[in-house]
């Protein structure tokens, strides 16, 4: 049993490049979340998606885009890599009923120098 | 802004002792409650939630919730140096995403 995967586990980026953290789930979930989290800190929600083809922004939006084109599937790019991007990422997905739990991937841990 | 507030410890308990993590939330909409435990370098894992007033067991654990005062706390009997890791509070209402707090970290001395 997957639950949710995420690739790569870690990368290293220089600044101005651009790279897709991929995350998939087999659990059919219809809702999808990508967080951040900072060295002591909590996490950060970037972006969420409902379902397919519907996106929104979280809290820390800025510098990244997402889609899903898929159940399954919910990228996250980073199209112009900034040192203030470095951080470990998280990928969460969760059935919407009755406030179901999130269950999450277990990270891409992401550098830019 | 709705906001999750944790104590970010460390709090520091013997081997056997009963921890208590505590959390407050802003949002009066809030409907559902989490506890995450988080060891470093890994991802969240799901220990508890809880939707309705009053405690909720499993194992050595108890979630307690009470919405009037916009507090939630983690009870961990019988504490064990396993049990040290940093433990998240979450909330939610229903369609949105979870708000976490910062994180509680718990050590455990044998």
């Known amino acids: 049993n997957a639950g949710v995967t995420q690739t790569p586990k870690f990368r290293i980026l220089k600044i101005g490049q651009s790279m897709t953290l991929q995350c998939t789930q087999d659990m059919n979930h219809n809702y999808m979340y990508w967080y951040r989290q900072d060295p002591g800190m909590g996490l950060k929600l970037i972006y969420y998606?409902?379902?397919?083809?519907?996106?929104d922004k979280g809290e820390v939006p800025n510098g990244y885009n997402v889609s899903r084109s898929t159940t399954e599937d919910f990228p996250l790019r980073l199209e112009l890599a900034a040192p203030s991007q470095t951080s470990v990422y998280f990928c969460?997905?969760?059935?919407?009923?009755?406030?179901?739990?999130?269950?999450f991937g277990d990270g891409t841990r992401l550098s830019i120098l | 802004q709705k906001e999750v507030e944790q104590n970010s410890g460390p709090l520091s308990v013997p081997e056997g002792a009963i921890a208590s993590l505590n959390c407050t939330y802003s949002d009066r909409g809030s409907q559902s409650f989490f506890w995450y435990r988080q060891y470093s370098g890994k991802s969240p894992e799901l220990i508890m939630f809880?939707?309705?007033?009053g405690d909720k067991e499993d194992g050595r654990f108890t979630a307690q919730l009470n919405k009037a005062s916009q507090y939630v706390s983690l009870l961990i009997r019988d504490s064990q140096p396993s049990d040290s890791a940093t433990y998240l509070c979450?909330?939610?209402?229903?369609?949105?995403?979870?708000?976490f707090g910062k994180g509680t970290t718990l050590s455990v001395s044998s």
């Open positions: 809880i939707y309705s007033n």
């Open positions: 979450a909330v939610n209402q229903a369609g949105t995403a979870l708000i």
């Open positions: 969460a997905s969760r059935r919407e009923q009755g406030g179901q739990p999130q269950h």
């Open positions: 998606s409902v379902g397919a083809g519907i996106t």
